[in-house]
């Protein structure tokens, strides 16, 4: 299976979330090619909103993998930083995180 995009979901703060991305790569990948800034999006009910286009990155992932392919994938709030807990809701910043990824059969 390749991997054509991916996007990523969702965020509490107003500003810009900015989401570095490890999936297997065949090669090193070029600089910030792994990287998504998050934006606060009106098309999706402001949730916070990136994708990218990978299709030429040769990511892959196939269904039989022993072991299973892992991805880290590490989150940085506005201006930099941990996440934490949004103050006025006292809740975690991001409670939950959507990545969808567009694919196709090779």
């Not at 390749?2 to 990523?8: A, Y």
């Not at 506005?78 to 969808?100: C, F, I, Q, R, Y």
């Amino acid at each position: 299976m390749k991997i054509n995009s991916i996007t990523f979901l969702r965020c509490s703060d107003d500003g810009d979330y900015r989401v570095t991305l490890t999936p297997p790569l065949h090669v090193p990948p070029p600089a910030d090619f792994n990287t998504l800034t998050l934006s606060k999006s009106k098309a999706y009910g402001g949730l916070h909103f990136a994708t990218k286009d990978v299709s030429g990155a040769a990511v892959t992932m196939r269904p039989d993998d022993d072991p299973p392919t892992t991805w880290r994938i590490t989150m940085k709030r506005p201006g930099g930083g941990n996440l934490g807990e949004d103050p006025v809701h006292h809740t975690p910043e991001v409670s939950d995180a959507l990545v969808v990824l567009g694919y196709q059969w090779e």
